[in-house]
């Protein structure tokens, strides 16, 4: 394992997103790096033949793709299989960050967790804002409660869940991230509140019922920055899709930065590019017109 490197990094340590040079638009991009839900994969999760068409052909010309999700490992590696990463030696970027994974080993050369005494307090927090939370251990969803937004998780990831009895008594090691779940528009404020009351964490929106809470400094652009420098590829040389607010650092990060068309709506003007929506196929689009012309 290897541990956050600063060279990117503000006095804080949150990642500084700032470009380092102009962008070079006519340039030849080494990297692409996806979001998956509602930016790679359609809204009945797969991807389109169009999109793994112009992925293969990408990384035919020497271009890594990595994918970069909200998701469990576990929840990543077949898709990132059927885009044959394994073949091309390439990696993907799980949990938002806390986890970076060789997809060919299924190695993880970087990880990073919430501490026992920061899952609690999240707990803790969320049994006063009345919103439901989850963790993951050993390849599990764990709460203490059932809601309809739980059930898009489990549907997402296809990973079992153990509902316990007492979420602080069985959460007793650290875990990767916690989810806070309500309806969006009560999230929202949620959001913002949390970031002010735990602003030692890193907090971002990656659906509008989906509130995720890391270690400081954890997010999609610190673990692309990372993953770049053991590459050797410079963060002009690189292009993000995304779609949320979980992929807005990534997005600033990146010398292309490109929502789908479906981007949620206050975020519209953040990236350099939109392109067709994720089931349209946006993810080919950006393919053909930055990678394969």
Known sequence: MVSIQLSYFNCDGMLNTEKLQPKIKNMQYK?????????LLTDDHKIS???????LEAQAKGVYVVLASG??????????KELELDVNDSYIISF????ITRVKENLDFFEQKLTVEQIHDLYDYSVKMKTDIITYLDNEIISETDSEYIEVEKEITKMAHRKVANFKEYVNRPSVKCI?????AYLKQVEGDLKQAMPHLSVAMSKPFFLEAA???????????????????????IIAVGNA??????????????????????????????VASNNN???????QKYILN
Request: charged share 25%.
């Open 31 to 39: 990297m692409l790096v996806l979001d998956m839900d509602d930016t």
């Open 49 to 55: 033949d169009l999109n793994k068409k112009a992925i």
């Open 71 to 80: 998701r469990p490992t576990i929840a990543m590696i077949e898709y990132a």
């Open 96 to 99: 938002n960050g806390a986890i």
């Open 180 to 184: 806070l779940l309500e309806e969006p």
């Open 215 to 237: 270690q400081q400094g954890i997010d999609k652009a610190a673990s692309l920055n990372l993953l770049a420098e053991k590459l050797g590829i410079h963060q002009s040389e």
């Open 245 to 274: 607010g979980n992929d807005l650092t990534m997005i600033e990060y990146a010398g292309l930065g490109v929502w789908v068309d479906n981007v949620t709506p206050e975020l519209r003007d953040k990236a350099d590019v939109i």
């Open 281 to 287: 196929d946006g993810v080919a689009e950006v393919v």
